[in-house]
């Protein structure tokens, strides 16, 4: 990928970036100005690249750059030949705008008006982050207004999101002050997922937080059924878009997009209907149990199981079948699980933990090697550790393409939350990636 380019030309290592032409404005605009500070000659390929032929591809190459007009190849040895001009030599990103605290005095219908046309929406109304109501949200932290939460940098441009710009955010959201703490908490792992593929992210809270501020861990969580579920995750996509510059077109480029994005499935773990055995999200990565964390999950999409649980059917296999279906991307897929699929799963499959659930799917979901590496995200992802001998990708990669294999290599990627109202067996399942949260407590 042409980001690559970025970090080897900051090395001091001169590359021939390559483009395509659906981002060509992007990285000769947005990325000189909010990435790497270092102007580089990108040439540009038409569309389709993934997935075309191999006689398409080579008509790239002996044709012209789609941009420039000039033929590919002499392009591309220009590139790497001819000196730098004055400006090629810049190095730094430039300094960022100035940008004032307030807007100037308007009516709420032409504020309204104003942030679509900037896109610091989500294009559902936001309540206007008023000085006063700003400082009311500020109530719910100790954290003064200016400490900065997350510096934003690609393509954020190095804009530091400080407590009082997540305050703002949350009023936006339509969040109460008591929510605060964990608005900010997500902040520090702002913007969300930015790719072609249309990543979204998955966002569970877990800890004594979820009960004092009501959110929803029973029926309908997962839905647009409980105040704190809906504002803390739309908070986030608030601050990723206005905060994190992400612009669909400009500097965001999911084809298709995701509408998980408007509050990126916020939810808390159903503690209370874990099984013996099994611990929360946070417990699992280190955390006390008293301890409030929120976990900011990042994937794709889910799968729904359908139908609830039959007899004949072990509820695991059933969970192995959906799995074949996933990209299997670092092993990463989390089980949104029923409280009585997760009580079968324990009483009558015998998985003492969220763990040896984890480690029976990893043994036991297989898929053609051909089908593994024919997703572009793994191949884009793993063929060069493969290339490199790292297993046990350099082994897959020479099997014929008819042989199996357990892709889920690693059951650690592999994690259970316990969610919903305990009406049916029923679960989803996802390719969302857990890891450890972050620290609520901290931001009280």
Same mark, same amino acid.
């Given at each position: 990928?042409?980001?690559?380019?970025?970090?080897?030309?900051?090395?001091?290592?001169?590359?021939?970036?390559?483009?395509?032409?659906?981002?060509?404005?992007?990285?000769?605009?947005?990325?000189?100005?909010?990435?790497?500070?270092?102007?580089?000659?990108?040439?540009?390929?038409?569309?389709?690249?993934?997935?075309?032929?191999?006689?398409?591809?080579?008509?790239?190459?002996?044709?012209?750059?789609?941009?420039?007009?000039?033929?590919?190849?002499s392009q591309i040895v220009d590139t790497l030949t001819k000196p730098l001009?004055?400006?090629?030599?810049?190095?730094?990103?430039?300094?960022?705008?100035?940008?004032?605290?307030?807007?100037?005095?308007?009516?709420?219908?032409?504020?309204?008006?104003?942030?679509?046309?900037?896109?610091?929406?989500?294009?559902?109304?936001?309540?206007?982050?008023?000085?006063?109501?700003?400082?009311?949200?500020?109530?719910?932290?100790?954290?003064? @207004? !200016?400490?900065?939460?997350? =510096?934003?940098?690609?393509? $954020?441009?190095?804009?530091?999101?400080? &407590?009082?710009? %997540? /305050?703002?955010?949350?009023?936006?959201?339509?969040?109460?002050?008591?929510?605060?703490?964990?608005?900010?908490?997500?902040?520090?792992?702002?913007?969300?997922?930015?790719?072609?593929?249309?990543?979204?992210?998955?966002?569970?809270?877990?800890?004594?937080?979820?009960?004092?501020?009501?959110?929803?861990?029973?029926?309908?969580?997962?839905?647009?059924?409980?105040?704190?579920?809906?504002?803390?995750?739309?908070?986030?996509?608030?601050?990723?878009?206005?905060?994190?510059?992400?612009?669909?077109?400009?500097?965001?480029?999911?084809?298709?997009?995701?509408?998980?994005?408007?509050?990126?499935?916020?939810?808390?773990?159903?503690?209370?209907?874990? @099984? !013996?055995?099994?611990?929360? =999200?946070?417990?699992?990565? $280190?955390?006390?149990?008293?301890?409030? &964390?929120?976990? %900011? /999950?990042?994937?794709?999409?889910?799968?729904?199981?359908?139908?609830?649980?039959?007899?004949?059917?072990?509820?695991?296999?059933?969970?192995?079948?959906?799995?074949?279906?996933?990209?299997?991307?670092?092993?990463?897929?989390?089980?949104?699980?029923?409280?009585?699929?997760?009580?079968?799963?324990?009483?009558?499959?015998?998985?003492?933990?969220?763990?040896?659930?984890?480690?029976?799917?990893?043994?036991?979901?297989?898929?053609?090697?051909?089908?593994?590496?024919?997703?572009?995200?793994?191949?884009?992802?793993?063929?060069?550790?493969?290339?490199?001998?790292?297993?046990?990708?350099?082994?897959?990669?020479?099997?014929?393409?008819?042989?199996?294999?357990?892709?889920?290599?690693?059951?650690?990627?592999?994690?259970?939350?316990?969610?919903?109202?305990?009406?049916?067996?029923?679960?989803?399942?996802?390719?969302?990636?857990?890891?450890?949260?972050?620290?609520?407590?901290?931001?009280?």
């Amino acid at each position: 990928m042409s980001r690559h380019s970025k970090a080897l030309e900051v090395l001091g290592i001169p590359t021939a970036p390559c483009t395509a032409i659906n981002v060509s404005e992007y990285v000769r605009g947005w990325d000189r100005m909010y990435g790497s500070g270092i102007p580089l000659r990108y040439t540009t390929f038409p569309l389709p690249i993934a997935g075309a032929s191999r006689e398409v591809h080579k008509s790239y190459i002996d044709g012209n750059d789609p941009v420039t007009g000039n033929p590919t190849m002499s392009q591309i040895v220009d590139t790497l030949t001819k000196p730098l001009t004055d400006e090629e030599q810049l190095t730094g990103l430039p300094e960022g705008a100035v940008e004032p605290r307030l807007l100037p005095p308007e009516t709420e219908e032409n504020l309204q008006e104003l942030f679509k046309e900037n896109d610091w929406t989500d294009y559902l109304p936001v309540v206007m982050p008023t000085e006063e109501r700003v400082a009311d949200m500020l109530s719910g932290t100790s954290h003064k @207004p !200016d400490e900065v939460v997350k =510096v934003l940098s690609w393509p $954020g441009g190095g804009r530091q999101m400080t &407590v009082e710009k %997540v /305050a703002a955010y949350a009023v936006m959201a339509g969040a109460r002050p008591e929510y605060l703490p964990v608005i900010l908490a997500i902040g520090t792992m702002a913007p969300f997922g930015n790719s072609t593929t249309s990543m979204t992210n998955m966002i569970v809270v877990n800890g004594p937080v979820r009960k004092e501020l009501n959110m929803n861990s029973g029926t309908g969580a997962m839905g647009p059924h409980n105040e704190a579920n809906a504002t803390i995750g739309r908070s986030f996509t608030l601050m990723s878009k206005a905060a994190g510059n992400l612009h669909a077109g400009k500097t965001t480029f999911g084809s298709l997009g995701s509408n998980l994005q408007y509050n990126n499935l916020c939810f808390a773990e159903n503690e209370e209907e874990l @099984p !013996d055995g099994w611990n929360p =999200v946070h417990v699992q990565f $280190g955390y006390k149990k008293e301890d409030s &964390v929120v976990t %900011v /999950a990042t994937g794709w999409t889910y799968i729904s199981c359908v139908g609830e649980v039959i007899s004949e059917y072990p509820p695991q296999r059933f969970i192995a079948d959906y799995m074949v279906a996933m990209a299997a991307m670092g092993s990463s897929a989390t089980l949104c699980a029923d409280p009585l699929l997760a009580k079968l799963l324990h009483d009558e499959q015998g998985f003492e933990s969220k763990e040896s659930l984890g480690k029976w799917l990893a043994d036991n979901v297989e898929m053609r090697v051909e089908q593994f590496w024919g997703n572009g995200v793994i191949t884009t992802g793993l063929n060069n550790v493969a290339l490199q001998g790292l297993e046990p990708y350099a082994t897959w990669r020479k099997l014929p393409s008819e042989s199996m294999i357990k892709p889920f290599n690693n059951p650690k990627g592999i994690n259970t939350v316990v969610v919903g109202g305990g009406t049916n067996t029923i679960w989803f399942m996802t390719d969302f990636r857990l890891g450890r949260g972050v620290s609520v407590d901290h931001w009280r």
